[in-house]
Nanobody, 122 residues
Framework: QVQLVESGGGLVQAGGSLRLSCAAS????????MGWFRQAPGKEREFVVA????????YYAESVKGRFTISRDNAKNTMYLQMNSLKPEDTAIYYC???????????????WGQGTQVTVSS
């Protein structure tokens, strides 16, 4: 069982940066691949990035590659998403999630946080 809580969202100007955190409860965090998804108003939830349980292999959506960086600290039960060079189209609710294996498919994830709002102004 895993419970996830996101934090770090907010309002930022285009070109700015934010760092999101995802804190996990329980002792199974390190046994899951982790990912970030986002959902803009009126749109379906979109894959952003995923990381294997070991913290090694990563998989980024093309829209964020080179701007966003995922990392995890299993000792602290925390995952991070560093977002640089933010664009207005990055505006969305960002969700952290856990899956049995690394994936970019929404349905593969078993546990979800409540989401944190990221708003990028023009």
């Amino acid at each position: 069982q895993v419970q996830l809580v996101e934090s770090g969202g907010g309002l930022v100007q285009a070109g700015g940066s934010l760092r999101l955190s995802c804190a996990a409860s329980g002792r199974t965090f390190r046994n899951y691949a982790m990912g970030w998804f986002r959902q803009a108003p009126g749109k379906e939830r979109e894959f952003v990035v995923a990381i294997r349980w070991s913290g090694g292999a990563t998989y980024y959506a093309e829209s964020v590659k080179g701007r966003f960086t995922i990392s995890r600290d299993n000792a602290k039960n925390t995952m991070y998403l560093q977002m640089n060079s933010l664009k207005p189209e990055d505006t969305a609710i960002y969700y952290c999630a856990a899956a049995p294996t690394i994936s970019d498919i929404y349905g593969e994830y078993n546990y979800w946080g409540q989401g944190t709002q990221v708003t990028v102004s023009s």
